[in-house]
């Protein structure tokens, strides 16, 4: 397979608990095999990629990691628990939240009550949550917008404020799906800085899935890429860069350097 | 304007059961047709069941406090009930099949208190004191018309306070936007789903007082008329917006008051059709409601 795994399912046992794995995830839709035994082990104190060319699995993968699509085959365990039958609010107040492409604010509620949402279901009084939502909102720069319809947002403000409402949740882990899709360098630029602050701020790993190569290499110290369903290598982002079968996934498109958007 | 404060009254109690509606439309996606029976069966809860047109009080004797919570308990139990044995199984199939469960549903609870009480409506004497009229510059409103617009705005007030202020409240509106979203951020389902049922027994039973009071009496079908003028208004005001909802409950009672009012005596009888009339108006110029339909919107 080509893999230059640094992490084998042998060092995953040793981590022990605070930990989001996927252990052998099969996914099959009728005759398509959307995921091929794909193994994901996500730390707490890490920026982890996913990246691989449109219809690889990512987002089916995401689909799975948060509960939301029952694998084939194959199970995802937060801290060695699986999360086999679980609804997906039980995954999410067990420590997984993830965002969407889209950023899916709810468009009534105000800002502050999108991050409230999610703040309310990570425990304490509701004062602790207000207080946790204020706390994100101006860490994403976007305190003095708190008032506001989220539908009054401009684009990069509703993926920040998407951002903050899944880091209100409290989670362990947070899965950020294309997190740059249409922005424009500047801010790519302070988006790089945010997702990197996260492990160190809000204590909570991230799965970073990502088009914007310069986004992913920026910010993942390890880096999974899929094909077709199928993990085709795992490395540092330099290990990846020069992977010869990396480059020929891409290559039926683009090169990796020509995925940059 | 008499006929004025009549259709405040009247549009007041549609107000009431198209909030019970839209806020189950809201979080489900289901038009609840069991809300008809919500209001009857806090109804029949008042008499001893028999068979009897002229029964005897039971629940409606007791002291008024006491009375309004008990028939509250019995139509909120009614309504988790439905909840969790006839919708929450179903949940995540088609709208249509929750709309046909609804329906099974109304019919069961139909059939069931004709089996009980018999289809004769019944005459009760209840809450009498309160039909009559009190004079208030020159006009003489029946207290119950009073009554019942109070009911309608402190029920509503404290609805939007409950949405706005709470947790559960902002979790409710969050779901009813986007209910895969708000899971994936842990809200949990059955609770926002049971709340709001348990909401839609509460105003479905002070419905069923006001009903009762007003006509004094009981009939199997007394729910389905109010539900249905209640489901034209959640669709008039734009399905997914509460106060544009209790809006249009407003808009239908009151025109179907004035109609009764305002109509040659010929054309009385056929006062529904021309308010229905005025329904399919509204979609023809209209069809997302008289609000912007959130809940509507296309779901990226």
């Known amino acids: ?261 | 304007m008499q006929s004025l404060v009549d259709a405040a009254a009247t549009g007041s109690l549609y107000a009431l059961v198209a909030l019970a509606i839209g806020l189950v439309f809201g979080v489900m996606r289901l038009i609840n047709f069991a809300q008809a029976d919500y209001i009857t069966i806090g109804a029949y809860a008042l008499i001893v069941p028999s068979a009897s047109t002229v029964p005897t009080l039971f629940i409606g004797a007791w002291p008024m406090p006491l009375m309004v919570a008990a028939v509250a308990l019995v139509v909120v139990l009614v309504a988790l009930a439905t909840e969790r044995l006839a919708f929450r199984p179903l949940r995540g199939t088609d709208p249509s099949t929750l709309l046909v469960s609804s329906f099974a549903l109304s019919f069961l609870f139909q059939q069931t208190i004709m089996l009980i009480f018999n289809s004769r409506p019944k005459s009760i004497e209840f809450g009498s004191a309160l039909a009559a009229a009190v004079e208030i510059a020159g006009l003489r409103v029946p207290g119950v018309q009073l009554l019942t617009m109070a009911t309608t705005i402190v029920a509503g007030t404290l609805l939007v306070f409950f949405l706005r202020y709470t947790a559960l409240g902002v979790e409710i509106r969050a779901a009813a936007e986007d209910f895969t979203m708000a899971q994936l951020l842990g809200v949990r389902a059955n609770r926002v789903i049971a709340v709001s049922f348990a909401i839609s027994g509460l105003l479905g039973a002070s419905v069923s007082l006001l009903l009762v009071v007003q006509t004094g009496t009981l009939d199997y079908r007394m729910g389905i008329m109010p539900v249905i003028y209640g489901f034209f208004a959640t669709v008039i005001g734009g399905m997914g917006s509460l106060p544009a909802a209790a809006l249009g409950g407003f808009l239908v009672g009151a025109a179907s008051q004035l109609l009764q009012a305002w109509l040659p005596p010929d054309l009385r009888p056929f006062r529904d059709a021309f308010v229905f009339g005025f329904v399919i108006a509204v979609l023809l110029f209209r069809p997302e409601g008289l609000a912007r339909p959130r809940a509507m919107r296309e779901r990226v």
């Not at chain 1, 740059?180 to 790089?192: H, K, P, Y």
Request: proline residues 4%; glycine residues 12%; positive net charge.
């Open chain 1, 1 to 261: 397979m080509g893999v230059t795994a640094d992490i084998g399912p042998a060092s995953i046992g040793i981590t022990g608990d605070e930990i989001l794995e996927a252990r052998d995830v099969v996914v099959r839709f009728g005759g398509l095999l959307a995921l091929d035994r794909v193994n994901i082990a996500l730390r707490r104190n890490e920026i982890f990629g996913l990246i691989g060319p449109n219809g690889a699995g990512k987002s089916t993968t995401v689909n799975v990691l948060t509960g939301f699509q029952q694998p084939t085959s194959g199970e995802v365990l937060i801290d060695g628990r699986s999360i086999g039958g679980w609804s997906t609010n039980r995954v999410a107040r067990s420590g997984v939240a993830r965002t969407f492409q889209a950023a899916r604010l709810f468009p009534a509620l105000s800002v502050f009550e999108n991050v409230v949402v999610a703040s309310v279901n990570a425990g304490g009084s509701l004062a602790a949550a207000r207080e946790r939502a204020g706390d994100i909102l101006a860490w994403v720069g976007c305190a003095n917008r708190a008032d506001r319809p989220a539908s009054a947002l401009n684009y990069g403000d509703q993926r920040r404020v998407a951002i903050a409402r899944a880091l209100a949740l409290s989670p362990k882990f947070i899965l950020l799906d294309e997190p740059a899709a249409g922005m424009n360098e500047r801010e790519c630029d302070q988006l790089v800085t945010l997702v990197s602050e996260i492990p160190g701020r809000w204590g909570c790993g991230v799965l970073l899935i990502e088009h914007n190569m310069a986004v992913v290499m920026r910010t993942c110290s390890r880096i999974l890429v899929l094909d077709g369903g199928k993990p085709i290598a795992e490395g540092t982002p330099v290990a990846i860069q020069t992977n010869a079968e990396v480059r020929r996934a891409y290559l039926g498109d683009k090169a990796p350097g020509a995925a940059h958007r």
